[in-house]
């Protein structure tokens, strides 16, 4: 019972985080009130808080929780597969559409990225991605050690592997977002991903 309970939580969880996301992509970050998620899901004011402190941490926990599956790729990945494979394919895979599509609006691809653009700009979102960045920075790097045997508190390696991706990630999505890049997400990732695996050579 307990297990179902927690998935219908989990589920609650990313239907606020999708309806976060949505709103303040269509009216804007500022126009958009705690209230008016709740509604749109369909609960009160009071289990909004439950799960959130505020629309900022809402609209981040998309970002937290793709970046914490890809370090539970890792550790429930093939052991023999070797790490930057692993990562490539932990990466990727979280950018395949799940079920939560269904809470995106119906807008064309270049409206979504405006309003993505506005949305990120804001600082008390750049303040919650931040942090979610770096939970997700740990927890991957822990992933890593476990993968490499070495020790996240003594060996340099995971937490320099765990930055790197989480950075070139980071870069990927900004330059879909801000830049001028024509090219979506699931080419610009693995790019930047191959880019680090090769050491970083010239352009």
Same mark, same amino acid.
């Given at each position: 019972?307990?297990?179902?309970? +927690?998935?219908?939580? &989990?589920? *609650? ?8 996301? *949505?709103?303040?992509?269509?009216? /804007? ?13 369909? $609960?009160?004011? *009071? ?26 790729? %890792?550790?429930? /990945?093939?052991?023999? &597969? ?10 990727? =895979?979280? %950018?395949?559409?799940?079920?939560? $599509? ?14 993505? =653009?506005?949305? !990120? ?5 750049? $303040?919650?991605?931040? =942090? ?5 920075? *740990? &927890? ?8 490499? /045997?070495?020790? =996240? #508190? ?19 999505? +900004? ?13 610009? !990732? ?8 090769? #050491?970083?050579?010239?352009?």
């Amino acid at each position: 019972m307990s297990g179902l309970r +927690e998935r219908k939580k &989990e589920a *609650r969880r990313t239907a606020l985080s999708w309806a976060a996301v *949505r709103l303040a992509v269509e009216h /804007g970050f500022d126009a958009v009130k705690n209230e008016d998620i709740a509604e749109a899901v369909g $609960v009160s004011p *009071r289990t909004f808080n439950n799960y959130f402190s505020s629309k900022a941490e809402a609209i981040a926990f998309r970002y937290l929780e793709r970046s914490l599956r890809v370090a539970d790729e %890792l550790r429930h /990945g093939p052991p023999d &597969e070797p790490l930057w494979e692993a990562i490539d394919r932990a990466v990727l =895979r979280q %950018l395949q559409p799940g079920p939560e $599509v269904g809470h995106l609006p119906p807008q064309e691809p270049p409206d979504w990225v405006a309003g993505l =653009r506005v949305m !990120l700009a804001e600082p008390a979102l750049e $303040v919650e991605m931040l =942090r979610a960045s770096k939970i997700a920075e *740990r &927890e991957l790097a822990a992933a890593i050690a476990e993968r490499t /045997g070495t020790d =996240r #508190g003594t060996d340099l390696y995971p937490g320099l592997v765990a930055a790197s991706v989480m950075a070139a990630y980071n870069v990927a999505i +900004e330059l879909f977002v801000q830049g001028d890049a024509r090219e979506p997400m699931e080419v610009l !990732l693995p790019r930047a991903l191959d880019m680090l695996a090769a #050491g970083l050579p010239r352009p």
